[in-house]
């Protein structure tokens, strides 16, 4: 057997296959809801932008429109 054979013939390791899913996903309760809008609201309480909010004009990609009253 020569060197390309031997390398051909070594078994390659590979990701083995995730398990399937048990069943579809469900809708969240409103309970779950609640409790993670709270988490997420706890999470984001004292959270502030740091960084330059002005983006250049050819960056911006939504734009504020001003309506008249």
Known sequence: MNAY???MAEAIPTRPTPPPNPSPP???TPEEQAR???ELGEAIADWH???NT???RRR????LV???A
């Open 5 to 7: 054979e031997r390398l």
């Open 36 to 38: 993670h809008w709270n």
């Open 66 to 68: 001003r309506r008249a």
């Open 54 to 56: 002005r983006v250049g």
């Open 60 to 63: 911006a990609h939504l734009q």
């Open 49 to 51: 932008w740091a960084d």
């Open 26 to 28: 469900r809708p969240w």
